[in-house]
């Protein structure tokens, strides 16, 4: 682990704090945000979730754009729930350090605290978390696997991001994160 970053469960938020949920495609990041959202109070806002709402399967072509699409209008609540006094959970990936400093920004510009949490594992359980998903998105996320990764932005020391790595913590969160053997568990929430 690089020295900027901390290992820790859940952070308190005693006072409205933005929260930024990165991580690669099958991380954890969503089940995570939604374990963290229910123990603090905090509001969970996730893309995916949004565009899957606005697309369907049979139209994965246009899913960076729902995307795209998705995360102006997830900053719009955030922004507004935040402005309000209440604790936000922003669950988008958050893939480059543009995006973790545009959420600092923000974060400064409205007076409240960041919290950055970084959701890990290593490559073959994202692999195998990746393989038990269905539809075309998914699909081209396991086909591109090296692509994409090759996109993924670290966190530097200097953001010091709390480290959560879920191939570790297994199912500790109450949800099935799937399994590093491969093995694709069923689980009441969407993946």
């Given at each position: 682990?690089s020295?900027?970053?901390?290992?820790m469960?859940?952070p308190?938020?005693?006072?409205?704090?933005?929260?930024?949920?990165?991580?690669?495609?099958?991380?954890?990041?969503?089940?995570?945000?939604r374990?963290l959202?229910?123990?603090?109070?905090?509001?969970?806002?996730?893309?995916?979730?949004?565009c899957?709402?606005m697309?369907?399967?049979?139209?994965?072509?246009?899913?960076?754009?729902c995307?795209?699409?998705?995360?102006?209008?997830?900053?719009?609540?955030?922004?507004?729930?935040?402005?309000?006094?209440?604790?936000?959970?922003?669950?988008?990936g958050?893939?480059?350090?543009?995006?973790r400093?545009?959420?600092?920004?923000?974060?400064?510009?409205?007076s409240?605290?960041?919290?950055?949490?970084?959701?890990?594992?290593?490559?073959?359980?994202l692999r195998?978390?990746?393989?038990?998903?269905?539809?075309?998105?998914?699909?081209?996320?396991v086909?591109?696997?090296?692509?994409?990764?090759?996109?993924?932005?670290?966190?530097?020391?200097?953001?010091?991001?709390?480290?959560?790595?879920?191939?570790?913590?297994g199912?500790?969160?109450?949800?099935?994160?799937?399994?590093?053997?491969?093995?694709?568990?069923?689980?009441?929430v969407s993946?």
């Open positions: 682990m020295p900027g970053l901390k290992s469960e859940h308190a938020f005693d006072h409205p704090t933005l929260i930024i949920v990165q991580g690669f495609i099958a991380a954890g990041k969503s089940t995570y945000a374990s959202a229910t123990a603090c109070g905090a509001l969970h806002l996730e893309a995916d979730a949004y899957a709402q697309v369907s399967e049979s139209q994965g072509a246009d899913w960076d754009r995307f795209a699409l998705a995360v102006e209008r997830i900053w719009s609540i955030a922004e507004d729930r935040l402005g309000v006094g209440d604790s936000v959970i922003v669950d988008h958050f893939w480059t350090r543009r995006s400093d545009e959420a600092r920004a923000r974060a400064a510009r409205l409240v605290r960041l919290v950055h949490v970084y959701v890990t594992a290593r490559d073959e359980v195998a978390r990746m393989a038990c998903r269905s539809g075309a998105v998914a699909e081209r996320n086909a591109s696997f090296d692509a994409l990764r090759a996109q993924f932005e670290l966190p530097a020391d200097d953001e010091t991001a709390i480290v959560v790595n879920t191939a570790d913590a199912d500790a969160l109450g949800r099935g994160f799937g399994s590093s053997s491969g093995q694709c568990w069923e689980r009441g993946a």
